[in-house]
């Protein structure tokens, strides 16, 4: 590991909070309705790092698998009926990372990973980009791919993207991928390609037709990568799946195993689970045939929680109970709650990580020092990075040096971490503060508000700090620009989302 500190961004203890849905569906149907919200200046209160790593001798493969939509629970090591033999075997002989965290949307958590610092710092902290959106991560926001790149690495992206898609600017090659295969936005279907009957399948910069189920083609795309990889050269792959995102499709043969399911909409998710399960395999035996999987760390994460509530299911119409498992943890997508931002995860290398639960604060923003620090990359083309380097508690389980989290910030509020005390403020009106103890209460069933009132406050002072800092969103300002230059309505054009 390097001996490179990295930029520390936020260091004080922190508490949890949560909100009702109502409440947080209630702040985001204001948001149009809110207009354009002034831009404070962006002042970083963390230091830059120009410093070189010290490098490894020989500078490790980065395979980081990212499922979409997945739930904490819904995997074989958790006890799930789920089979997910390849991933449990990667749980059982690496480090399964019980407290890590990502962004409750799917491009908010893909922009976090790649730049290492929070979506409120560059207008990404409001839901998902949506298919129609012209706006993506500021082209001046530096990628892990690049520091990769520059390090030596062959950069590769297998599957969603999700970060920008309107311009070519915003799209993988042109963001420190050397290659790219798969789609550009949030959803598509499984066996057309397509989003909105366009088809949404590229290599490169160049869309491309071809017939298979999405989950296979992608796990045949990363082995073919692997198999033509030269070993002496280090190779970073986000191999990122859009399973099991909505829609729940899944082949016939994976719906077979799951007979006893009853309920159509489970049976097909855990169909795409085991689906993906199965090309993790692969991806393993290429790296072993290749014999590099001894010089080889795997990521595997959720981009968020698994989806609870049929309003943050995307762009399709999903009704009844959805099959997503969180576990112990509170509501899912698209909350603050830790079912929406605690998600499963586990690391993987033979002989540097340590076998067992580490139970340590861990955000999704740390990869991007910790990979850089591994690789020998540099920093003196990002901007200040919210992330540290986590790489001593993942490989050895040592205490975090992370003991504050910001689970988002945007102008309805935001909600903060601070050691075992987390805090979710609803700031719009008719607004709600919600306090919890972490520790004592994982689930967030007892508010602790009025008990702590120092507590609240100080931690509230926190956020309007952070907030102070925060960029307007795109999704805001997107959508006013949108709405104004649209044609009038018509009641063809009125859509439902479904409940």
């Not at 016939?252 to 097909?268: F, H, N, S």
Request: aromatic fraction near 10%.
């Amino acid at each position: 590991m390097s001996d490179m500190v990295a930029p520390q961004a936020t260091a004080q203890p922190q508490p949890r909070a949560g909100i009702r849905r109502r409440d947080l569906l209630l702040s985001a149907s204001s948001f149009i309705a809110m207009g354009a919200i002034a831009s404070p200046v962006l002042e970083s209160t963390f230091g830059a790092s120009s410093a070189l790593a010290a490098p490894n001798p020989k500078p490790p493969h980065i395979v980081h698998i990212v499922s979409d939509d997945q739930g904490w629970k819904d995997v074989g090591f958790r006890g799930s009926d789920i089979m997910t033999p390849n991933i449990d075997q990667l749980a059982r002989t690496g480090a399964e990372l019980q407290e890590f965290y990502t962004q409750p949307f799917c491009s908010q958590t893909r922009a976090a990973m790649l730049t290492g610092r929070y979506p409120f710092r560059y207008g990404m902290q409001i839901g998902a980009i949506p298919s129609g959106a012209h706006y993506g991560v500021p082209t001046d926001e530096w990628y892990l791919p690049q520091s990769l790149r520059e390090a030596g690495y062959m950069t590769a992206l297998v599957g969603k993207w999700h970060v920008g898609h309107a311009k070519r600017e915003f799209w993988p090659r042109h963001r420190g991928f050397d290659y790219f295969y798969g789609a550009l936005v949030g959803e598509l279907d499984y066996f057309t390609h397509s989003a909105h009957g366009i088809v949404d399948w590229y290599r490169d910069d160049r869309q491309i037709k071809e017939e298979g189920y999405v989950t296979t083609l992608l796990g045949n795309d990363a082995v073919r990568l692997i198999e033509k990889h030269d070993p002496d050269k280090p190779l970073y792959l986000y191999l990122a799946f859009t399973s099991p995102h909505t829609p729940y499709q899944a082949p016939q043969d994976y719906l077979d195993r799951y007979k006893t399911i009853a309920d159509p909409a489970r049976r097909a998710y855990a169909a795409m689970i085991t689906a993906m399960d199965d090309q993790i395999g692969r991806v393993v035996a290429a790296l072993e045939k290749r014999k590099m999987r001894d010089n080889t760390i795997i990521l595997f994460h959720s981009d968020n929680g698994g989806t609870r509530s049929a309003k943050f299911t995307g762009e399709s119409a999903v009704k009844g109970e959805l099959p997503p498992n969180n576990g112990p943890y509170r509501e899912g997508k698209g909350t603050l709650y830790e079912g929406g931002t605690r998600v499963v995860a586990v690391a993987n290398w033979p002989g540097r990580i340590k076998a067992g639960q580490v139970n340590e604060m861990i955000h999704v923003i740390d990869l991007f020092p910790t990979l850089i620090g591994l690789a020998g990359g540099r920093f003196d083309k990002s901007k200040p990075v919210d992330g540290l380097d986590v790489w001593q508690t993942i490989s050895a389980g040592q205490p975090s040096p992370r003991t504050e989290m910001v689970y988002n910030i945007d102008p309805s509020g935001g909600a903060i971490r601070q050691g075992d005390w987390k805090l979710v403020w609803l700031a719009l009106l008719p607004g709600n503060v919600e306090l919890f103890n972490l520790a004592a209460d994982p689930s967030e069933k007892t508010n602790l508000v009025d008990a702590n009132p120092d507590k609240v406050k100080a931690l509230q002072g926190r956020i309007k700090d952070l907030a102070a800092q925060m960029v307007t969103p795109f999704f805001l300002t997107d959508a006013l620009r949108s709405s104004l230059s649209r044609p009038p309505s018509t009641p063809e054009d009125f859509f439902t989302i479904s409940d």
